[in-house]
């Protein structure tokens, strides 16, 4: 199994660019989450998906956008990339179901936005 | 909204002491508790969690208790090493609502 793959690793852009981040995993989890990582900040949650065709927002949702259209993949789109979101993204899942269970994540995507 | 708390941001320690790492959750209704570790350039993995209905687990040499009625939990880490080294995320979960809030990370330094 690869487990949680996102691409691409490294990415620069300009301010008013869009992109999209993908994350796929081969786990066959229901729950799928998106979070930036930002110094001092901790891991923040973006966007999160219980299954295909259902997302919610997380802590800090806007300027992304999320669709889940199948069970293994969840791709995050930047409409118009803004230098405060400049970030390392990491795309998470896990199994559904009962309160909490180990979150597996990717290896995250560093985006920087000139 | 839910928020948790954690301290210190950076922690050094002589090799072969303990370290403890504390968090503190809003949300009364948080019943899963997990640590992640990360070290530098890779990307965070769980090390231990905890969940409501128990108040102290330990897995070799890490240990995470709950005091629920304070709401809030540590990670204790003893006869600490070199690969200790990294940052470390406390996070909290309530059944049903999907979501981890973690905290904000401590970087623990373990010294030679």
């Known amino acids: 199994n690869a487990g949680v793959t996102q691409t691409p690793k490294f990415q620069v852009l300009k301010t008013g660019q869009s992109m999209t981040l993908q994350c796929a995993q081969d786990?066959?989890?229901?729950?799928m989450s998106w979070y930036r990582q930002d110094p001092g900040m901790g891991l923040r949650l973006i966007h999160y998906?219980?299954?295909?065709?259902?997302?919610d927002q997380g802590e800090v949702p806007n300027g992304y956008n999320v669709s889940r259209s199948t069970t293994e993949d969840f791709p995050l789109r930047l409409l118009s990339a803004a230098p405060s979101q400049t970030s390392v993204y990491f795309c998470?899942?896990?199994?559904?179901?009962?309160?909490?269970?180990?979150?597996?994540f990717g290896e995250g995507s560093r985006l920087t936005v000139l | 909204g839910e928020n948790v708390e954690q301290h210190p941001s950076t922690l050094s320690v002589q090799e072969g002491d303990s370290a403890v790492i504390k968090c503190t959750y809003s949300?009364?209704?948080?019943?899963?508790f997990p640590w992640y570790k990360q070290e530098l350039g890779k990307r965070p993995q769980l090390i231990i969690d905890?969940?409501?209905?128990?108040g102290e687990k330990k897995d070799q040499r890490i240990a995470v208790t709950l005091n629920k009625t304070a709401k809030h939990f540590s990670l204790h880490i003893t006869e600490t090493q070199p690969e200790d080294s990294a940052v470390y995320f406390c996070?909290?979960?309530?059944?049903?609502?999907?979501?981890?809030?973690f905290g904000t990370g401590t970087r623990l330094k373990v010294l030679a």
């Open positions: 786990m066959n989890h229901e729950y």
């Open positions: 949300d009364s209704a948080s019943n899963y």
């Open positions: 996070a909290a979960s309530t059944s049903g609502t999907y979501k981890y809030i």
């Open positions: 998470a899942s896990r199994t559904s179901g009962g309160a909490g269970g180990e979150l597996f």
């Open positions: 905890i969940r409501s209905n128990v």
């Open positions: 998906s219980v299954g295909a065709g259902i997302t």
